[in-house]
Structures are given as C-alpha cells and as structure tokens.
C-alpha cells in the first residue's frame, strides 16, 4: 500500500483511490497521510471532481484518531452529511464578535482604519466584545456626528449578516472529534468571509495554546472566494506557519490562478484534476516542483474523479482514480433533463392520486 504524504510506515491514513496505469486500468491502492499536519490543494475546472475528492478525505479524516475536521462549505455540498451515519454536525455558522481584531472589522466592512468612520470601528472593536457593545458605544461617541452616523450604518449591515452571537462557535467546539460543517450557502461573501477568518484564527490560536490534543484539518471548499477579502491574512498564515502548531489547510478551487502564489508554493499536497485554462496551469506550472518534470498540462488527466497527485513530502509524483464516496455527495449540478424528469414524476403521481391516469374517475 501507498501512503502519499509520508515516508515513515505507520500513522493514520485517508484511503484516496488506487492508481491507474496509462490504459486507464487501476493499480494499487493509494492512501493519503493524515498523521502530520498538511496543506493540500486540490484543483480542477468545474465538474472535475474537486468536492467529490474533498469528500473523500473528510470521510478519511471522519475515520481517523486524534484529528479534528473543519469543513468551509459555501455552496452546501456536504450539507447531506448531517443525515448520514457519521459524526458530523452542520450549523449555520455564527461567530463572536471579537474573534475578528479591529483590523479585520475595518477590512470586512471595507473601511479605512485611518479615516473617520473606519477610526471609529476600530475604536469600537478595541474596547467592546460584542457587536451590541460597539453599537452602544458608537451610539455614544462624542466624535464628529458624519463619522459616528456612517460608522454605526456599517454596524447595522454587520448586524444583518446574523452571524455575530456572544455564543458563537469556539475552537473547543470545533475540536470535539467529529465533522464540523460551517454552511455557508446562505451568507454573502463578506460575511462568509469574516466566518472563515474568526475559525481560521481560533483553530490555529488554540493549537499554539496547546487548548486542543487534536490536530485541526480545515477543508475549504470554493477557496478562489476567500482569497482577497477579511480571511486572506488567517488563511495565508496557517499555510505558511499552521504546520509547526499542527493545523492543515486544504484548499479546494477551480481558479488556481486566483489562489496566492506563496499558498501554491506552500502546498505540500497538489491534487490536480483536469484543467483547461492557460492562467491555471501557467499558475501551477511558476510553482511546480522541480522533480516534476516535462509538461505539467500534459501530465494532467482527462477524467472526471482522476488526478494528478504532487507530493512535495516525498518529492513524487502520482496519477491517481479517486476512489467513490460512501456518504452522500451534496455537488451535483442540476440538469434541466432532471427537473424536466422530476416534474413529470410529480405529474405522474398527481395523476395517480387523483385517479386521471387509472380511468377511475
Ligand atoms: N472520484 C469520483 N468518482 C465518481 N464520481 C465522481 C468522482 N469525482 C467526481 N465525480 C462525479 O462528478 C461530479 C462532479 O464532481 P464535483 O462536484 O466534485 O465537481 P467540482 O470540480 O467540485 O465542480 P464545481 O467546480 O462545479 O464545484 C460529481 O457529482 C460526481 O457525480
């Protein structure tokens, strides 16, 4: 058997696939290390298999000892796990309000630190720990009235985001062992944003304060969305430093051109599946490792669920069948045929029910 990501022979795994040789016939089994902290990208245009192979490792990590997975869910795909048989939780996400610094309030509202309101934030944030606290102290302010008036209208957009709670999620709640979804599909990106920001920094605050024995597996799906706004700071450092405390990041996108390049080059674990665009292999290529040599794109696969696997560990290189999920997959577009398919369905049995198609009317 095969370990991608280690040399040494034991620790936990996640069963990834089996290789497929070059007339596409599966090989041996490959597994994927989940005993040491990591930082994985997995790549692919749309449909290529990018969520499915995620999935994939979150059913590994939901299997593996002393490990704590965190799933980043913007579109719903993992949604279905809360009724499969495995130790997962989805929650609407809501975070406190002083998991984010008053930096990161004046970047998630998008306002200057320096200037009026945005100085006005910041003050905020510094001396209240909830977000009612800092609209009671804006309200309060004796500051001139133009900055306090537009301070306190960005507090109230923050407050329609519904995601700020003095009893919002909290790293030990993360780190109970089980599957942690955050579903995103309902928040914009700012507040989506701000979400990832406050648990990236808790999971790797809490492994630095030794609070947790398990190691924190991030899993962040759509990553192209987090990478300019308030969580591109927390993501960049756990995949620079989040290694050493023992947090892994694994990024999921179909735009690796938007992805920085210091993640890229940071990533221990390249899952590449098929990809078209020049920008997105040109950005993985500038990265490339140098044992991986010859043409990047003409080493990628074609297939859906098939991959190319870098192991920047090992310095290997692997092409691989991800192997088929055993709990649910939420990533299916829907096909107009489907709800064509359906409506008729619904037709059918409207009919049935009201005795149209059996005549005993
Ligand atoms: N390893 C696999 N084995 C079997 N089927 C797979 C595999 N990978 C992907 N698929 C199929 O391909 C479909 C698309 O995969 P997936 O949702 O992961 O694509 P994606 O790359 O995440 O797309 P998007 O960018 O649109 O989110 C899945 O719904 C599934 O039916």
Known sequence: MVVIGREEPTGETARLGHYRARDGSRGAVIDLDVDRPHVGLIVGKRGSGKTYTLGVLVEGLLSAEGVA?????????????DTADVSATVVDPSVRADALDPRQWCTVLGLDPEQGAGALVWRAASECPTLDGM??????????????????????LAASWDIFDPAGIEAGTLCNGGLTVLDMSELASRPAGAVLAAVATALYDARVAEQTTRLPWLLVDEAHAFTDG????????LVTRGRQPGV??????QRPSAVPATTVSQTDLLVAHRLTSTADIDALQAAQPTYLDGDFAARLPEATGDALVVDDGTESVHHVTVRERQTPHGGETPRASDLVADSNHEARSGALQSGDATGTK
């Open 69 to 81: 997975p965190v799933v980043v869910d913007p579109m719903g795909a993992f949604t279905p796990l």
């Open 135 to 156: 609209r009671s102290w804006m309200a309060d302010s004796d500051a001139a009235a133009s900055s306090v008036r537009a301070a306190a209208n960005h507090l109230s």
């Open 230 to 237: 308030v969580a591109q700071r927390p993501l960049r450092r």
């Open 248 to 253: 892994s990041c694994v990024l999921a996108t």
